[in-house]
Nanobody, 115 residues
């Protein structure tokens, strides 16, 4: 079962940018789709962005036009480029398969946007 390790989070001012990374424990060429999720305090985990094995991307309406999901050619690292960050983007960000696999959740990486 593939495991993920997220990194790149931090504290940023509103309007700023961050780039998150997610390292997979195995080559993910067999994965049909993987994704970034986030969970804000007191809220349910939500899907942020998805990328398929064919490179097709989809985004939550709340991040469309501001976030970009991508992966490296070796398909072992997933990225999330986040621009024009808002306070409502504050959350712990996770990567996982799409749909998610319960046993593959990592520790996540905290993103805090100050207004």
């Amino acid at each position: 079962q593939v495991q993920f390790v997220e990194s790149g989070g931090g504290l940023v001012q509103s309007g700023g940018s961050l780039r998150l990374s997610c390292a997979a424990s195995t080559i993910t060429s067999s994965i049909l789709a993987w994704a970034w999720y986030r969970q804000a305090p007191g809220k349910q985990r939500e899907l942020v962005a998805v990328i398929t094995s064919g490179g097709i991307t989809t985004y939550a309406d709340s991040v469309k036009g501001r976030f970009t999901i991508s992966r490296d050619n070796a398909k072992t690292t997933l990225y999330l480029e986040m621009n024009s960050l808002r306070s409502e983007d504050t959350a712990v960000y996770y990567c996982n398969l799409a749909p998610w696999t319960e046993g593959s959740w990592g520790q996540g990486t905290q993103v805090t946007v100050s207004s």
